[in-house]
């Protein structure tokens, strides 16, 4: 602060200039808690410029201090100066520029409110105006159809003189003077509708700016449109329009048009609520429930009625029903059949099949490589099960990899009979297998040809010629010895005969004359689905008929879905496939399972409905799916032959033939037994699949199921039975083909355990060093005995120690010595299952 109290302190350095035009002061604050603060406040002035003539007497005036309120203007020039008045302190000087601050914001106040009444009251005469011009308007409008009314009736008086005065003998010129006054359109009539008295209502509306209320002109308030005065906005040309024709109908007939009631065809399922039903009678949903309370029934409009309530309710109302039934939801692709002009060719469908050790997967690997466009590539990598091969000629082949058959039979099995040609790949060193076998009973089933691919010639113990002999058993004839088969020879490892075998393709798929139509929605069938963890529900589709396109929205199996991207076998997106063009499709609501049929529909409230009503059967069918005795088959059936399928598979090709003939001697001309299949070797994921597609018991002697195959065959609820002597196999199928049920006998399985070592225990005996693999082993419990999936033997525990102590149990992960009775056939390897047998009586 300055030491001088007299001067005003100052902020920083002193403007330059004549006169100072910020003056400084201080503002102590007090708080309510004692603290007190002091602030510098800065007050501008206005700096005045006088005119030119002025100059010497603003020159000579003394700088006026602050006036007090009010303000006195500045004196003229005096003759002689005067001492200068005392300079006020710094807190007066704050109170008098506060009170010219509030002197100056009145003044601005009343500036502008009289601004706004100035803009009101140009509003007002402006809108003033503007109804005299309409009135104005309105009243040429009437006089000038009161002129054309005038000249209208004029002219009709005239016309009706002349056709009164007219000669009888010319009735033509009247009759056509006549006409041509009936030709002529009637002048439109319109009656003024005067406006509806209404009583006034005020409404105090806030004072807003000039710019506020020259905005709102031209808008409709409360205070206009309640105001019975002229300035009410007139009727729009659409309203006068209007106004014409309906009096113009009403002058014309008579009296107001009566709409017909119209007659529709409603279509009822056999549930419907009643608001549905009443969106399809095109009727007022409050209609349909009174009718419904009048007939005895309360209900809402969200509420399912039957289809006989809603016939009386159809009829009631004057409409035609359509009866429907929960059936006719599903698509039929079988009537659907395609004009034989709109077919175009298509690549054909090659399922490759055989043993796993015949070389399938190097043959594979070789056509691959048969691929001109993937050996430009440098290869390709198999993404999906199916992927195409373009060949050196330009052809497309589209190849199913469907390992261990499993995939072919369910698509059998739900007759999606997709393929078209199928490659039986055999070793020419090891001849016929049991899945080979297999393989040629699937492509029986199916219907499709096939050609036999000699594999492995390239070896030195190789005989092609041993091989054509063995599938003679099977009913396989290849051209070599007067049969219909195509064979060749093909080495994948060396890759000899291939362009043969696509030659043989191309031969088969001619012959056969593959076309499709392209143009219309898309059908196709899943080969492989699976859930990814990061893109959902992928199902590999292969296109049957149509194109497949991105957006498309379809209903697959129990599912439905939208196409949100498509992936083609080599990785590539892509936006459409067509027939024989196998496809990963993204955008599904669910995993459906292989071989379900893609159809492409027209909405998603279609797909939810068809999707629905699958979800419903696939439900009763679960539901519904417990045993049922053969008497109340004999009773719904008496007159038909009853088949009782099964499918058998035991440990050597003996042992399978004994059972398929006692099994036929046992049946009668009442009830039969099919063999859906047999052979010899463990059970399978095909054996599982091929009994699910019959509901057929699958019976297994000394052999066990794989762990894949357990597991299908608990998803898919397959009945599996093990037996191990053929008597008690015969008689347990006898008693339940006569309706008698056999006790259900329940094995539980609460120990594994691996043999590692085998040790001799006395003179003939021999003990097996086992690692307890899971659950528990105890003493004396039943025991089987396996050797890759077939049962050596069936015995129990007789001894068990561990290190030199006798123990009662030895759970897993634990090493012990154990003794089993009645056998000493023990290899290093095998497995030993430990199990209890419970049986219970079965009810029906």
């Excluded at 528990?776 to 068990?800: E, F, P, W, Y």
Aim: net charge negative; aromatic share 2%.
């Amino acid at each position: 602060m300055s030491d001088n109290n007299g001067e005003k302190p100052v902020l920083g350095r002193k403007p330059l200039g004549l006169k100072r035009t910020v003056e400084a002061g201080q503002v102590q604050q007090s708080f309510s808690h004692g603290r007190k603060n002091t602030v510098v406040v800065e007050v501008k002035r206005r700096r005045i410029i006088g005119k030119p003539g002025e100059a010497e007497s603003a020159a000579s005036a003394p700088e006026p201090a602050a006036p007090p309120p009010p303000p006195v203007a500045a004196q003229p020039a005096r003759p002689a100066p005067a001492p200068p008045p005392p300079r006020p302190s710094a807190t007066d000087s704050l109170l008098s520029r506060q009170e010219m601050t509030a002197r100056l914001m009145r003044e601005a106040e009343e500036a502008r409110m009289t601004e706004l009444e100035e803009a009101r009251r140009r509003e007002e005469a402006d809108r003033a105006a503007a109804n005299e011009e309409e009135k104005r308007r309105a009243e040429e409008n009437r006089r000038a159809e009161e002129e054309a009314q005038r000249q209208r009736e004029a002219a009709e008086q005239a016309a009706a003189e002349a056709a009164k005065n007219a000669p009888a003998a010319e009735p033509a010129a009247a009759q056509d003077s006549s006409g041509s006054s009936e030709e002529r359109p009637a002048i439109r009539r319109f009656t003024p509708v005067a406006p509806v008295k209404r009583p006034e209502v005020k409404v105090e509306r806030p004072k807003r700016g000039a710019t506020d209320d020259r905005r709102q002109s031209g808008k409709l308030t409360v205070n206009r449109a309640l105001a019975d005065d002229d300035s009410a906005r007139a009727r729009s040309l659409a309203a006068l329009r209007r106004a014409r024709e309906k009096e113009y109908r009403r002058t014309h007939s008579g009296g107001p048009v009566q709409r017909e009631k119209q007659s529709r065809d409603v279509v009822v399922p056999e549930g419907i609520t009643v608001g549905e039903l009443a969106n399809r009678m095109a009727e007022k949903g409050a209609d349909l429930v009174k009718a419904l309370f009048k007939m005895g029934t309360p209900v809402t409009i969200n509420d399912v009625i039957d289809q006989d309530t809603a016939e009386l309710l159809v009829e009631e109302f004057g409409h035609r029903i359509t009866r429907v039934s929960e059936s006719d939801v599903e698509i039929d692709t079988a009537a659907d059949i395609d004009a034989s002009e709109s077919l175009k060719p298509r690549p054909p469908v090659v399922t490759i099949m055989g043993h796993v050790d015949h070389g399938k997967t190097s043959l594979l690997d070789a056509l691959r490589g048969t691929d001109v466009v993937a050996g430009e590539a440098g290869g390709i990598t198999q993404h999906i099960g199916a992927y195409q091969v373009k060949t050196k000629s330009g052809e497309i082949i589209t190849f199913l990899d469907t390992p261990g058959h499993e995939a072919f039979t369910e698509m059998r099995a739900r007759g999606a009979n997709v393929t078209d040609i199928v490659v039986l790949v055999v070793a020419a060193d090891d001849g016929l297998m049991p899945q080979t076998v297999e393989a040629i009973n699937h492509t029986k089933a199916a219907g499709v040809p096939m050609i036999v691919a000699i594999n492995k010639i390239d070896k030195h113990e190789a005989n092609p010629q041993k091989v054509r002999e063995r599938l003679l058993e099977h009913d396989i004839q290849v051209e070599a010895m007067g049969g219909d088969t195509q064979d060749v020879e093909v080495s994948a490892l060396k890759k000899l005969g291939l362009d043969t075998l696509i030659e043989k393709i191309l031969l088969q798929a001619e012959l056969l004359e593959l076309k499709a139509n392209p143009d219309r929605s898309a059908e196709g069938a899943v080969v492989e689905a699976q859930l990814d963890k990061g893109r959902g529900p992928v199902a590999t589709i292969l296109v049957g008929r149509g194109t497949l396109r991105v957006g498309d929205i379809f209903v697959v199996g129990e599912h439905s879905g939208k196409v949100r991207a498509m992936v083609n076998d080599k990785g590539e997106n892509v936006k459409s496939a067509g027939p024989s063009v196998p496809v990963e499709v993204l955008g599904l609501a669910g995993v459906p399972l292989a071989g379900d049929q893609l159809s492409v529909v027209e909405n998603e409230a279609r797909a939810r409905e068809v999707a629905t009503y699958r979800q419903e059967q696939a439900l009763k069918k679960r539901t519904t799916a417990a045993p049922t005795s053969f008497e109340h088959m004999f009773s719904a059936l008496n007159t038909q032959v009853i088949e009782y399928p099964v499918v058998v598979k035991a440990d050597t090709q003996g042992s399978v033939e004994a059972i398929v003939n006692s099994l036929n001697r046992i049946s009668t001309d009442e009830i039969k037994v099919r063999i859906l299949h047999s052979g010899a070797g463990a059970i399978t994921e095909s054996d599982v699949t091929l009994a699910a597609a019959s509901r057929a018991p699958l019976i297994g002697f000394n052999v066990r199921p794989n762990p894949k195959a357990r597991q299908l065959a608990e998803r898919d609820k397959i009945s599996l039975r093990y037996y191990d002597v053929i008597y008690d196999l015969i008689e347990e199928v006898r008693n339940e083909m006569a309706g008698q049920l056999a006790p259900e006998r329940i094995e539980t399985v609460i120990g594994m355990a691996e043999v590692l070592q085998v040790f001799p225990a006395g003179k003939k005996d021999k003990a097996a060093g086992l690692l307890v693999v899971d659950g528990v082993i105890r003493k004396g419990l039943n025991a089987r005995l396996t050797r890759d999936n077939v049962i050596v033997s069936a015995t129990t525990i007789a001894s068990l120690r561990r290190f030199k102590d006798d123990v009662a149990e030895v759970r897993a992960g634990v090493e012990c010595g154990a003794l089993l009775a009645d056998t000493n056939d023990i290899k290093v390897g095998d497995t030993l299952e430990l199990f209890e047998v419970e049986e219970r009586t079965r009810t029906l």
